[in-house]
């Protein structure tokens, strides 16, 4: 069963919370609450997360500085910022949150189908670098394991292995492809669509290692980044 990814949602008035998990619900995904900056701060303390959609204005600790603490955690600065705000000072407000690290920036009242077509899109990106890293793993497992179950002691890795990381590797390079396309189409967010390229870039390396272990080949490949 595929593990549902998790959205961080940060607002401190919980009828705005009870909206966007109403907006958010049909993409069936784990919806997590903070009421504070300081809260959402705690939930990524531990949690991984698919994107934060968080509220400019809070008491305390505003959207602004929660970002700013979220940018320089090594564990939380590559995740997503979708920035909610009710007000709007013009364009040095809107590049504020931008320069704040956010990926996008919207203003309330906002259209609920595009908040949610704009979430799913971060919530595919997410999950299919979450396949990404399953499959370097079991890549580097294989690599470790110095080919222990091929037969006559050959250090050539097993042939039934091979083929099951390839499929599972196809399957996601053929989704992250569709991705793509689907951005190009949309005219996506830029920050999504190079997401996306890097993410096409990490799978075009894990399968230049994969091909690298075909029998014959010679020489032991080095596995793409996961950062």
């Not at 705005?16 to 784990?30: C, R």
């Not at 899109?121 to 499959?135: A, D, H, I, P, S």
């Amino acid at each position: 069963m595929v593990q549902k990814a998790k959205i961080l949602l940060v607002d401190d008035r919980p009828e705005n919370l009870l909206a966007l998990e109403a907006i958010l619900s049909a993409l069936d995904q784990t919806l997590v609450r903070a009421s504070s900056g300081e809260e959402a701060l705690k939930a990524l303390l531990t949690d991984d997360f698919a994107v934060i959609l968080l509220d400019v204005q809070m008491p305390g600790m505003d959207g602004f500085e929660t970002a700013a603490h979220i940018k320089r955690r090594e564990r939380t600065r590559d995740i997503p910022i979708i920035f909610l705000t009710a007000i709007n000072h013009g364009p040095h407000h809107t590049f504020r949150g931008y320069a704040a690290g956010a990926v996008d920036y919207i203003s309330k009242p906002f259209d609920p189908w595009v908040l949610r077509a704009k979430v799913s899109v971060f919530v595919e990106l997410y999950m299919k670098n979450c396949q990404l890293r399953e499959q370097a793993a079991l890549l580097r497992l294989q690599l470790e394991g110095g080919g222990k179950g091929a037969v006559g002691g050959s250090k050539e890795p097993s042939g039934g292995i091979l083929a099951e990381l390839s499929a599972r590797l196809a399957a996601v390079e053929e989704q992250a492809e569709a991705l793509s396309k689907q951005l190009d189409d949309d005219s996506a967010d830029a920050a999504a669509v190079a997401t996306a390229a890097h993410l096409e870039r990490k799978l075009t390396g894990l399968r230049r290692a994969l091909d690298a272990l075909e029998p014959g080949t010679g020489g032991a490949p080095s596995l793409p980044s996961q950062n």
